[in-house]
C-alpha cells in the first residue's frame, strides 16, 4: 500500500510561480510512474503531468504544456509540479498518483493506482 501526501500549493496571483511536492511512503516508490492531476468542484479529474519510473519520459497536457514541470528524486521519494506563469484557468485541487505500469505514461486516471488526498491551488486575477 502506497501514501501520497502533496504539499506546496496555496494562493497565489496571476504569473507567479508555484511549486508542488508529493511525498510517497509504503512502496517501492521507484516502482510507480507519476502522474499529477487537477480536479474542480462539481468536474472530473483531469490529467496535468507524468513522469516514467525513472524520469526520462515525460507527457503533459496541452493546458500547461511549456508552463509546468513535472520531476521526480527516486531517492527522496518524491515527484515534483513545477509550475510556472500561473493563470486563473490553474485554479483546481491538484492530486498526486502512482501508477504501477512498467511501460507506459498514462493520462487516464482510472489506470492509477494510489492517490494522495490533494492540495488546493488559487490563482487570483
Known amino acids: 500500500q502506497v501514501q501520497l501526501l502533496e504539499s506546496g500549493g496555496g494562493l497565489v496571483q496571476a504569473g507567479a510561480s508555484l511549486t508542488l511536492s508529493c511525498a510517497a511512503s509504503?512502496?517501492?516508490?521507484?516502482?510507480?510512474?507519476m502522474g499529477w492531476f487537477r480536479q474542480d468542484p462539481g468536474k472530473e479529474r483531469n490529467f496535468v503531468a507524468v513522469?516514467?519510473?525513472?524520469?526520462?519520459?515525460?507527457d503533459y497536457a496541452d493546458s500547461v504544456k511549456g508552463r509546468f514541470i513535472i520531476s521526480r528524486d527516486n531517492n527522496k521519494n518524491t515527484v515534483y509540479l513545477q509550475m510556472n506563469g500561473l493563470k486563473p484557468e490553474d485554479t483546481a485541487v491538484y492530486y498526486c498518483?502512482?501508477?504501477?505500469?512498467?511501460?507506459?505514461?498514462?493520462?487516464?486516471?482510472?489506470?492509477?493506482?494510489?492517490w494522495g488526498q490533494g492540495t488546493q491551488v488559487t490563482v487570483s486575477s
Open positions: 498518483a502512482a501508477d504501477r505500469n512498467r511501460y507506459f505514461t498514462r493520462r487516464s486516471p482510472i489506470h492509477y493506482d494510489y
Open positions: 509504503g512502496g517501492t516508490f521507484s516502482n510507480y510512474a
Open positions: 513522469v516514467s519510473r525513472n524520469g526520462g519520459s515525460t
